[in-house]
């Protein structure tokens, strides 16, 4: 599948956590963690586990930076 996103990260699936609406899924990239929030829905239908391979995708119209 070819995406127009540009920061595509490889990675492995660390942790799921899993909720009532929403989980948690931390990846392990090379520049360090990432936790995605995303539907429980979606991590059911993705069969998301520890140890799987995956993408990060972002795509994201602004990013904010706080000191």
Known sequence: M???AR???KGEVVRVKS???TAEV???VEAGTI???????SL?????????RVTVI???TEILIGK
């Open 2 to 4: 070819e995406l127009s």
């Open 7 to 9: 920061n595509q990260l």
């Open 19 to 21: 909720g009532t609406v």
């Open 26 to 28: 931390e990846v392990k």
């Open 35 to 41: 936790v995605a929030a995303i539907t429980d829905g």
């Open 44 to 52: 059911k239908r993705l069969g998301l586990n520890g140890g799987d």
């Open 58 to 60: 972002i795509k994201a």
